[in-house]
């Protein structure tokens, strides 16, 4: 009997550091949006979708990954929106930093090599802040900086209460120290657990 082997629905994400998923949460609070707000602890920028993952493919992939060349960048969260079909409310961003997309193109490279199908549509950078919800009417923010230093691969995890995501392995973006500006220092950590 061959049985298959045991895989992992994995994605890439940005994570916010802890002040700005503060301000995340508070945004969703003051938008009083009227739906199932996503769990605080999977607020989260979606980079690339790859789905059922097995272990092997997990590992060549962490291996691709440590070749990232990417810069950091600053994200500038200044919309919200509404899609009527799956019923989401998110954030968004009305321009897309170049390092964002030459990264999302990066890792969209390594995900057809190992045989992911890849979204072809536009990159447009988006937070979902609730599912199940009724339009969202008029809301004006004030924008939010995203300082984008690293990014992490991610297992989504079905749990009794819902979904759960958790970081796997995170790589920094590369940093010029001396001067703030994107440059060098490439890094990667494993995330714990």
């Not at 945004?27 to 605080?40: F, K, T, Y």
């Not at 690293?150 to 819902?162: A, C, K």
């Amino acid at each position: 009997m061959n049985e298959k082997p045991a895989t992992q629905r994995l994605f890439f994400a940005l994570l916010p550091d802890a002040t700005l998923h503060e301000r995340f949460i508070r945004l969703c609070n003051e938008l009083a949006i009227n739906g199932a707000p996503v769990a605080p602890g999977n607020l989260h920028l979606t980079l690339v979708f790859l789905g059922s993952t097995d272990a092997n493919t997990r590992l060549d992939i962490e291996r691709a990954c440590d070749s990232v060349q990417a810069a950091a960048f600053t994200l500038t969260l200044d919309q919200t929106g509404y899609w009527p079909k799956p019923h989401i409310v998110w954030l968004g961003s009305t321009v897309t930093p170049p390092e964002l997309s030459q990264l999302v193109a990066q890792l969209n490279a390594i995900a057809a090599r190992f045989g992911f199908t890849v979204d072809t549509r536009p990159y447009a950078p988006h937070i979902t802040l609730a599912r199940k919800a009724r339009a969202l009417k008029g809301a004006r923010i004030t924008p939010l900086q995203w300082e984008a230093r690293g990014f992490s691969l991610m297992e989504s995890q079905p749990t009794p209460q819902g979904v759960r995501y958790v970081e796997l392995r995170r790589w920094n973006l590369q940093q010029d120290y001396s001067t703030g500006a994107a440059g060098s220092l490439p890094h990667s950590d494993h995330a714990p657990g």
